[in-house]
């Protein structure tokens, strides 16, 4: 009964290195998304995945690709990573249109 | 665009009701959601509230709508030390979620 997975759950990079960022579900939904948390600020759209094959853009997508794998899997990745992009990363996925959001446990990444 | 605004912090007293206080500015919202976040932790659905009702009560919680004023509360009755955390309040638009930068309650004993 895992719900939504993300690896790793710490990670600390370099500046200009590159990471990506893991989330796999396993409770068959549909739409998969990508947040940032910084403090102050809540919770940041930076992409999200509609359904299987499609991604678009959010609020802060600037510095992240993502891929959506398949059905279960969508990662984000940072080409080169930047200071600014120290933060906590969290995946959610919703079954459908309007549903409650479920998340994972957050990827807490730095960037020295 | 969306917009939520919530109140960074709240002190409360073990035994006391809570309020936490969000305002909202798309009105075409469907849904309005309570999360709750501890300390180092996910968010975790708390309760949800379908934009054409005003009120939606579950055990100590209670979410309150006013549509018209795009406000929305969440009132946690007898507030425990295990309520400590950050709550966020968020409104659907679509296949996305807008978040509040959400409120710290602090419980004290």
């Known amino acids: 009964n895992a719900g939504v997975t993300q690896t790793p759950k710490f990670q600390v990079l370099k500046t200009g290195q590159s990471m990506t960022l893991q989330c796999a579900q396993d409770?068959?939904?549909?739409?998969m998304y990508w947040y940032r948390q910084d403090p102050g600020m809540g919770l940041r759209l930076i992409y999200y995945?509609?359904?299987?094959?499609?991604?678009d853009k959010g609020e802060v997508p600037n510095g992240y690709n993502v891929s959506r794998l398949n059905k279960r899997e969508f990662s984000l990745r940072l080409e080169s990573a930047a200071p600014s992009q120290t933060s906590v990363y969290f995946c959610?996925?919703?079954?459908?249109?309007?549903?409650?959001?479920?998340f994972g446990d957050g990827t807490r990444l730095s960037i020295l | 665009g969306e917009d939520v605004e919530q109140s960074l912090f709240l002190s409360v007293r073990e035994g006391d009701s809570s309020v936490i206080n969000c305002t909202y500015t798309?009105?075409?919202?469907?849904?309005l959601y309570w999360y709750k976040q501890e300390p180092g932790a996910g968010l975790q659905l708390l309760t949800y509230?379908?934009?054409?009702?005003d009120m939606k009560q579950d055990q100590r919680l209670t979410v309150l709508l006013n549509k018209k004023d795009k406000h929305l509360s969440l009132r946690i009755a007898d507030t425990q030390t295990g309520d400590s955390a950050i709550y966020f309040c968020?409104?659907?638009?679509?296949?996305?979620?807008?978040f509040g930068a959400g409120t710290t309650v602090t419980v004290r004993a």
């Open positions: 959610a996925t919703i079954r459908e249109f309007n549903q409650p959001q479920h």
């Open positions: 409770m068959n939904h549909n739409s």
């Open positions: 995945s509609a359904s299987e094959g499609t991604t």
């Open positions: 798309d009105s075409s919202s469907t849904y």
């Open positions: 509230i379908f934009s054409n009702m």
């Open positions: 968020a409104e659907s638009h679509d296949y996305k979620l807008s």
